[in-house]
């Protein structure tokens, strides 16, 4: 069973369908109990980081993320969840990230390209990243954001790809793993992510 967490984050339904139509059992849910026994937490996302902070604050998922990921419970955060589990963001320098992993999350520079950044890129990957198993070489993935991820570990850091800046793409660490680029809506490419999300045994 796969949890996506519920905080009125937008990408839900998206999400739930990708990982449906790979044959896994899913649960959108904001319940503590049944996001504590999932077997696998995905904590998805867009808008605002601020905004987003609140309402876990407010549904009392902050906690509950701290707890999947203390159980080692495999978690996986999209887009804005990928930003939510860092430290801060320049897009609500007033509010704390959840701090799970060490960075910041910095606005894209005005170097003329269109800002928020929407479209497809390429990612330079590592080529033992447990997310990108039987991907080829460079692969096109869809992103859609404003700020990107710059982390204080670059060991952790499995993918990156150019949009004016170096953008932290992908990360992994021990049981969590997060995307800036939405895999959801990355064709196949994106599903075979997914797949190997779903493929992940719990961390001992």
């Known amino acids: 069973m796969i949890a996506v967490i519920d905080y009125d984050a937008g990408n839900l339904k998206s999400v739930e369908k990708a990982l449906i139509s790979l044959g896994e059992e899913v649960i959108v849910s904001r319940d503590r109990e049944e996001i504590l026994a999932a077997d696998k937490v995905i904590l998805p996302g867009v808008g605002a980081f601020g905004d987003a902070m609140k309402k876990l604050s407010y549904y009392r998922l902050v906690d509950t993320i701290y707890q999947v990921v203390e159980k080692n419970t495999p978690f996986l955060g999209i887009c804005l969840g990928l930003q939510l589990l860092f430290e801060k963001s320049e897009e609500s320098l007033e509010t704390k990230g959840l701090g799970i992993l060490k960075g910041e999350i910095l606005r894209i520079p005005d170097t003329g390209l269109k800002v928020p950044h929407m479209g497809w ?3 330079k990957k590592k080529e033992k990243a447990t997310l990108f198993q039987g991907i080829g070489e460079e692969p096109y993935v869809y992103f859609v954001h404003s700020y990107y991820l710059k982390a204080a570990q670059e060991e952790i850091v499995t993918a ?3 949009y004016g800046v170096q953008i932290h793409a992908s990360v992994e660490k021990d049981n969590i793993f997060a995307c800036q680029f939405h ?10 992510i997914l797949k190997n999300f779903a493929a992940v045994n719990r961390v001992k």
């Open 121 to 123: 890129n390429s990612l």
């Open 160 to 162: 990156s790809t150019e």
């Open 183 to 192: 895999p959801e809506k990355s064709g196949e490419v994106g599903l075979q």
